[in-house]
């Protein structure tokens, strides 16, 4: 049944997008309803074939292995098989918890292995071609969840994907540019007979078919895991892998497990929060913002007034600059999570922040870089009729990963090792700054920024919330948490508003283009801030649930094509 409406949602899909792409204004909506299920992804087909699932039955974790293949075909920079992820989850009980499926260094992998013999970063080395993969763990994440919570079967909940990914289907705006952006780097790594390049630039409404991806896919229907970590597709990588220096073997593949964790919980202003718990440092960064936010009149202080704004930089570059030092993945280090999280510690830490004045930092050293392309990821947020949550966060780390597409196979691969640090001290293309505890070692886990996160209130779920963005999703889940809880925004409306960022190096507020209140920005420059552009900050993919107990949904879609539903 689901893949008889299959063409039904492409067309539908496409309607439904541009209709809500042309709605009035940003902030002072309310987004899609739904008495009880809803799916908010980073484009319309994902959505609506997970809502599907679970119009016919399906629980959230039957919809998210739905939703997820079908963003690794309708959302190939980001959705994927080749890269990896989180997921977090609050069954209708209460019980939490959450998966890591973050990708892994190769075997081979050693901790110079992006530096020249004079000890210099290699420039791109990490970024794009073979050797900046990690060993994927998307495929082993997503089909775990299944096996511990899935209802219904892999075959039906494959099938949309497969068949977009064979039949094709229309691109937007926003992946026509993309592919045109990205045809260089394809013919750099690919080669110029690679099916996504081609004479004339990509046009919204052309046709793009994922035929070999097609046929992964029905290897993971059909053999689960071994489908994609053992047999033809493994050889593929491998093959793909020793043909351009990268280092992922087949020992690699088979051996990638992913690992159940418990989420890192704490407390905003009488709510819960359930957020990731490391390799993320998301919920434990998050968790220091709230806490350090609490202690201020934020809902008096205004939202986004330079004060506001101020403090959250303030908190922020703190936060990062205990990021930097102290997270990475925890199987190899010891990541001080109870003192990070020890309010003590963290009043200790945020007690020099000052309201009328950006504080000195001797922190600020040589080496600070500009994020040197868009940070790509995606997340996706279900709640079921049953009253289960999932988030996901999933990524390939930059716009299709290391841009190597694995031949024969069909699908990029992620380029992960640019999330460890090559070297201490020096920034990688978030411009964030490790250490030790990030330090490439062979199987270790490179730390990550994702942040999954679900909150309750009194007892019930009552948000649902993610983004991709690199160093940004921290701050862009904080902001929108801080939009529903102090600034008493709808959940449309808190994804809307404008957004900052800031993460000690480099030492900048980042801000919207489509920020146009001039006075503000003004003020911050008289606090010592130095401000930059950028063209959007996140793409959230969030969900509410009500006081009158209907869900809202909250999707990105003035930043991006997402799109959420619900019924
Ligand atoms: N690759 C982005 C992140 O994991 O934070």
Redesign the pocket.
């Known amino acids: 049944m689901l893949r008889n409406r299959l063409s039904l949602f492409i067309a539908i899909g496409t309607i439904i997008l541009s209709s809500c792409q042309k709605n009035s204004s940003p902030t002072s909506v309310i987004g899609p309803l739904g008495d009880s299920a809803m799916v908010a992804s980073a484009h319309p087909l994902s959505t609506q074939i997970g809502l599907q699932v679970l119009r016919e039955g399906g629980n959230a974790f039957d919809a998210a292995v739905a939703t997820h293949f079908a963003l690794a075909v309708v959302y190939p920079r980001a959705g994927n098989v080749g890269g ?2 989180f997921a977090l989850y609050r069954m209708k009980d209460g019980e939490i918890g959450s998966l890591d499926f ?1 990708e892994k260094a190769p075997a081979r992998a050693s901790r110079d292995m992006f530096l020249d013999e004079q000890g210099n970063i290699v420039d791109r080395l990490s970024i794009i071609g073979h050797k900046a993969a990690g060993v994927p763990g998307s495929v082993d994440g997503i089909l775990k969840l299944y096996d511990q919570f899935g209802t219904k079967s892999l075959r039906e909940l494959l099938a949309p994907a497969i068949d977009l990914a064979t039949s094709g289907y229309a691109i937007t705006q926003d992946q026509a540019d993309e592919y045109n952006a990205k045809r260089d780097d394809f013919i750099q790594v690919n080669g110029p007979d690679f099916f996504l390049v081609k004479n004339e630039p990509w046009q919204e409404g052309d046709t793009v078919k994922y035929t070999e991806l097609a046929g992964t896919l029905a290897l993971i229907r059909d053999q689960g895991r071994s489908g994609f970590y053992e047999g033809i597709v493994a050889d593929q990588i491998v093959k793909e892998m020793e043909s351009g220096g990268g280092l992922i073997s087949l020992d690699d593949l088979s051996g990638y497990s992913s690992k159940w964790r418990d989420p890192i919980v704490g407390n905003y202003r009488g709510y819960k929060v359930i957020s990731m718990p490391p390799p ?3 919920g434990v960064a998050l968790l220091q913002l709230l806490q350090g936010s609490e202690k201020y009149d934020i809902p008096a202080m205004g939202h986004n007034t330079p004060e506001t704004i101020h403090i959250l930089t303030e908190l922020e570059r703190r936060v990062y600059a205990d990021r930097a030092t102290h997270l990475g993945d925890p199987d190899y280090y010891d990541v001080p999570v109870q003192m990070l999280l020890d309010p003590a510690y963290n009043k200790k830490r945020f007690s020099t922040i000052q309201k009328d004045k950006k504080t000195d930092s001797q922190d600020v050293k040589e080496g600070e870089v500009d994020i040197i392309e868009s ?3 995606t997340h996706f947020s279900i709640v079921d009729t049953y009253g289960n949550a999932v988030a996901i ?1 999933t ?4 716009y299709f990963g290391c841009k190597v597409y694995v031949d024969g196979a069909g699908f990029f691969l ?1 380029n ?1 090792m ?2 460890f640090s090559s070297k201490p001290g020096v920034p990688n293309q ?1 411009g964030l700054i490790g250490d030790d505890a990030n330090a490439i070692v062979p199987n270790k886990r ?5 942040t999954p996160t679900i909150v309750e209130k009194d007892g019930n779920l009552k948000m649902v919330l993610g983004t ?4 940004t ?1 921290i701050t862009s889940v904080f902001q929108t948490i801080m939009n529903v809880v102090d600034h008493e925004m709808g959940m449309q409306e808190a994804v809307n508003a404008n957004r900052t960022h800031s993460q000690w190096l480099p030492d900048r507020i980042l801000i919207e283009e489509r920020w146009t209140d001039g006075e503000t920005i003004k003020k911050l420059e008289q606090l010592g801030h130095v401000i930059e552009y950028r063209k959007a900050l996140g793409k959230m993919d969030c969900i509410l649930l009500r006081a009158d107990s209907t869900l809202e949904g909250g999707a990105d879609y003035t930043r991006g094509d997402n799109y959420a539903e619900g019924f």
């Open positions: 990896g992820g973050r993320s440092s998301g940070v790509q990821t966060t990524t390939l780390n930059s992620n992960e640019d999330d978030f490179m730390l990550s920024s994702m991709p963005g690199g160093s999703i």
